[in-house]
């Protein structure tokens, strides 16, 4: 039965989508841009909730979305939470991410595309269907190449199919630009463009330290001074990916933290020590090397 008045609250609070937010906001620094966007969406479809129990005339919203920005800028993990205020909202069945690329949608010769991704699209369906690198769908200058046959599925169940899946597809902000012109189709069915921009170096140090508290780590002050070098040494060269870089660089100064406490075995080590990570740990890094030389050179 359609109803005439709705507690916005108590609708709001029964699909608990504010804990969603909540651990996005938790597990991402910044994107102060990204976030409000992704409220703005669990605002709108709030609202459509609403408007079919009160069965207003609707039509069902367009969700398919595209994530652009380098990586390491947390596209997989907003895809994850985008997932979970789809789900408790009702607008996909399960709140899982399918998380794909080329390789898992096409085919390798004739008649191998279609069935791989009418495969993976039936994984996918009721909930959402993450394509990374989307791009490399398509390859115009091979000329036997199979990815237009998985375009042409994916524009097909993106039609079809939309009140059961939502596709977001990622990758590099001008690659994707590409893609679309290339693509029509893929861009008429986009509903949301959302772009995720780099961190900032205060971002990355934040970031760095939230990942340390999570694993019982945390920086000397000489050691963070010294990370903040690094940040913004290493931001100058090749293949930084944002979080995924600083995240990769704790693991090398976790190493070599234990390797310097390993070397003096007559000794009582007390928690800070195996808690604290000291300048030289960082200092040790190849990046300051690799810089140095390149300033020599």
Same mark, same amino acid.
Request: glycine content about 6%; overall charge neutral.
């Given at each position: 039965?359609?109803?005439?008045?709705?507690?916005?609250?108590?609708?709001?609070?029964?699909?608990?989508?504010?804990? %969603?937010?909540?651990?996005?906001?938790?597990?991402?620094?910044?994107?102060? $841009? %990204?976030?409000?966007?992704?409220?703005?969406?669990? /605002?709108?479809?709030?609202?459509?909730?609403?408007?079919?129990?009160? &069965?207003?005339?609707? @039509?069902?919203?367009?969700?398919?979305?595209?994530? @652009?920005?380098? $990586?390491?800028?947390?596209? @997989?993990?907003?895809?994850?939470?985008?997932?979970?205020?789809?789900?408790?909202?009702?607008?996909?069945?399960?709140?899982?991410?399918?998380? *794909?690329?080329?390789?898992?949608?096409?085919?390798?010769?004739?008649?191998?595309?279609? $069935?791989? @991704?009418?495969?993976?699209?039936?994984?996918?369906?009721?909930? *959402?269907?993450?394509?990374?690198?989307?791009?490399?769908?398509?390859?115009?200058?091979?000329?036997?190449?199979?990815?237009?046959?998985?375009?042409?599925?994916?524009?097909?169940?993106?039609?079809?199919?939309?009140?059961?899946? %939502? %596709?977001?597809?990622?990758?590099?902000?001008?690659?994707?630009?590409?893609?679309?012109?290339?693509?029509?189709?893929?861009? !008429?069915?986009?509903?949301?463009?959302?772009?995720?921009?780099?961190? !900032?170096?205060?971002?990355?140090? !934040?970031?760095?330290?939230?990942?340390?508290?999570?694993?019982?780590?945390?920086?000397?002050? #000489?050691?963070? #001074?010294?990370?903040?070098?690094?940040?913004?040494?290493?931001?100058?060269? $090749?293949?930084?990916?944002?979080?995924?870089?600083?995240?990769?660089?704790?693991?090398?100064?976790?190493?070599?933290?234990?390797?310097?406490?390993?070397?003096?075995? #007559?000794?009582?080590?007390? !928690?800070?020590? *195996?808690? /604290?990570?000291?300048?030289?740990? *960082?200092?040790?890094?190849?990046?300051?090397?690799? &810089?140095?030389?390149?300033?020599?050179?």
């Amino acid at each position: 039965m359609p109803v005439d008045t709705i507690d916005l609250r108590q609708e709001f609070e029964a699909v608990d989508v504010a804990s %969603v937010l909540a651990q996005l906001d938790q597990e991402l620094i910044g994107l102060i $841009p %990204v976030k409000t966007r992704i409220r703005e969406i669990a /605002s709108l479809l709030l609202i459509e909730r609403i408007r079919q129990k009160m &069965a207003l005339a609707t @039509t069902f919203p367009t969700l398919h979305m595209s994530f @652009t920005g380098n $990586p390491g800028t947390g596209k @997989t993990t907003v895809a994850l939470r985008m997932a979970g205020i789809l789900h408790r909202l009702g607008f996909v069945r399960r709140g899982h991410v399918i998380s *794909v690329t080329r390789d898992d949608l096409v085919g390798q010769y004739i008649g191998h595309t279609a $069935p791989k @991704t009418k495969e993976i699209l039936k994984k996918a369906m009721g909930c *959402v269907l993450f394509i990374d690198e989307a791009y490399y769908l398509y390859r115009p200058e091979n000329e036997r190449d199979y990815g237009q046959e998985a375009i042409e599925i994916l524009l097909q169940v993106m039609e079809s199919q939309r009140e059961d899946l %939502v %596709v977001i597809l990622a990758g590099y902000r001008d690659r994707m630009e590409k893609f679309f012109e290339s693509n029509p189709g893929f861009r !008429s069915r986009i509903a949301h463009h959302i772009d995720f921009p780099d961190y !900032s170096d205060t971002e990355l140090l !934040s970031i760095a330290e939230l990942m340390l508290e999570g694993q019982s780590y945390r920086f000397a002050p #000489d050691a963070r #001074d010294a990370f903040v070098r690094y940040i913004a040494v290493r931001k100058t060269q $090749p293949l930084f990916s944002n979080a995924r870089s600083i995240r990769n660089a704790l693991d090398r100064i976790r190493l070599r933290q234990a390797n310097r406490l390993v070397s003096r075995l #007559d000794r009582l080590l007390t !928690s800070e020590d *195996v808690m /604290s990570i000291e300048a030289e740990d *960082v200092l040790a890094s190849r990046v300051f090397a690799a &810089a140095s030389a390149g300033n020599a050179a």
